[in-house]
């Protein structure tokens, strides 16, 4: 069973800065892949960013490229979103999620999802 714990959001003013963490652990957590999903109150959840666990392959939604960076730890267990110019609309629950590969986890449901972390971002 995989755990997989995220931390890092928070209350930041549009323009601003956000640094989101996530940690797995679990006797079956392998050389999986990590990303991110992200839920706003009324819409479907939606992918955000994935990173295989070698960090050599990352895939991003449209609205995160240029704006949001995701990276992996040292330890191969820990995933970071770091998320610049932050707009209104992207204030969310984020999810850390994982999987097989970076294309799985990007188009099919996740075999493990955090809890999520509150973003909200001020106009």
């Known amino acids: 069973q995989v755990q997989l714990v995220e931390s890092g959001g928070g209350l930041v003013q549009a323009g601003g800065s956000l640094r989101l963490s996530c940690a797995a652990s679990?006797?079956?957590?392998?050389?999986?892949?990590l990303g991110w999903f992200r839920q706003a109150p009324g819409r479907e959840r939606e992918f955000v960013a994935a990173?295989?666990?070698?960090?050599?392959?990352?895939s991003y939604d449209n609205f995160a490229k240029g704006r949001f960076t995701i990276s992996r730890g040292d330890a191969k267990n820990t995933a970071y979103l770091q998320m610049n110019s932050l707009k209104p609309e992207d204030a969310a629950v984020y999810y850390c999620?994982?999987?097989?590969?970076?294309?799985?986890?990007?188009?099919?449901?996740?075999?493990?999802w955090g809890q999520g972390t509150q973003v909200t971002v001020s106009s």
């Open positions: 999620a994982t999987d097989d590969n970076v294309g799985v986890l990007a188009t099919t449901p996740p075999i493990a």
């Open positions: 679990g006797t079956t957590f392998g050389r999986y892949a």
């Open positions: 990173i295989s666990w070698s960090g050599t392959t990352t």
